[in-house]
T-cell receptor, first 111, second 117 residues
Framework: AQKVTQAQTEISVVEKEDVTLDCVYE???????LFWYKQPPSGELVFLIR??????QNEISGRYSWNFQKSTSSFNFTITASQVVDSAVYFC????????FGAGTRLTVKP | GAVVSQHPSRVICKSGTSVKIECRSL??????MFWYRQFPKKSLMLMAT?????????EQGVEKDKFLINHASLTLSTLTVTSAHPEDSSFYIC?????????????FGDGTRLSIL
C-alpha cells in the first residue's frame, strides 16, 4: 500500500521566517517518484518538484529547498525567507502507477 | 509546453442535471488521464484512471454509473456527472500524462468547481 502523510495541517508564519513542511511516505516499491505541488486559493495545482527514489541529492531552487531521505522515508520542503505570496496549500505526492496525495499543509504567511 | 485545459471552470446547476467536464491536452498526446475530486480543505482523491480507447479504471467507492468517463482520443477525456445532486458538489481536477510510466509527470488542469443547488 502506498501512503503519504503530511502531519502538519496548518502552519502560520510571519513574513521572512523560514518554514519546513514535512512529508513522510510509505511504499513497498523500490522505484517511485515523489512530488510537491502548490495549490493557491485559485485552485490550480502548481508543480514544484519531482524526485526519483534513486536520487537522494538535496535540491535548492531559489528560496525553495527539498530534503529527501530514504532512510526515514521523508521528503521535506523548506521555504526560506517566506513571503505572503507563498500562502497556499502544499501537497506532497507519491507516484507509482498513479499518484497519491498527502492531506496537504495549509501555509499562511502573514505580513 | 504540456498544457492541460479543463472546461468549464465553474458550473452551477440544479439537482438532477447531468454535467460534462472536458479535459484536453493541448500540446501533447495523453495516453493516460486521471480524474480527481477535492472536497473543501481536503486533499485530492483519485476517482479514476482512463486510458485512450479503453474503459476507465475506477477507484474503490467511486460509482461508475454516476461518474461516466470517456477517453475517446489521445487529447480528450470527459467526466460526466449524471443526475447530479448537492452531495456531488466539489472541485474536480483532471490530469494527463503524455508517456507511459509512473515516472512521467502528470500535468494538471485548473479544475472545475461544481455546485449543485
Amino acid at each position: 500500500a502506498q501512503k503519504v502523510t503530511q502531519a502538519q495541517t496548518e502552519i502560520s508564519v510571519v513574513e521572512k521566517e523560514d518554514v519546513t513542511l514535512d512529508c513522510v511516505y510509505e511504499t513497498r516499491d523500490t522505484t517511485y517518484y515523489l512530488f510537491w505541488y502548490k495549490q493557491p486559493p485559485s485552485g490550480e495545482l502548481v508543480f514544484l518538484i519531482r524526485r526519483n527514489s534513486f536520487d537522494e541529492q538535496n535540491e535548492i531552487s531559489g528560496r525553495y529547498s527539498w530534503n529527501f531521505q530514504k532512510s526515514t522515508s521523508s521528503f521535506n520542503f523548506t521555504i526560506t525567507a517566506s513571503q505572503v505570496v507563498d500562502s497556499a496549500v502544499y501537497f506532497c505526492a507519491l507516484s507509482f502507477n498513479d499518484m497519491r496525495f498527502g492531506a496537504g499543509t495549509r501555509l499562511t504567511v502573514k505580513p | 509546453g504540456a498544457v492541460v485545459s479543463q472546461h468549464p471552470s465553474r458550473v452551477i446547476c440544479k439537482s438532477g442535471t447531468s454535467v460534462k467536464i472536458e479535459c484536453r491536452s493541448l500540446d501533447f498526446q495523453a495516453t493516460t488521464m486521471f480524474w480527481y475530486r477535492q472536497f473543501p480543505k481536503k486533499s485530492l482523491m483519485l476517482m479514476a484512471t482512463s486510458n485512450e480507447g479503453s474503459k476507465a479504471t475506477y477507484e474503490q467507492g467511486v460509482e461508475k454509473d454516476k461518474f461516466l468517463i470517456n477517453h475517446a482520443s489521445l487529447t480528450l477525456s470527459t467526466l460526466t456527472v449524471t443526475s447530479a445532486h448537492p452531495e456531488d458538489s466539489s472541485f474536480y481536477i483532471c490530469s494527463a500524462r503524455d508517456l507511459e510510466g509512473f515516472d512521467q509527470p502528470q500535468h494538471f488542469g485548473d479544475g472545475t468547481r461544481l455546485s449543485i443547488l
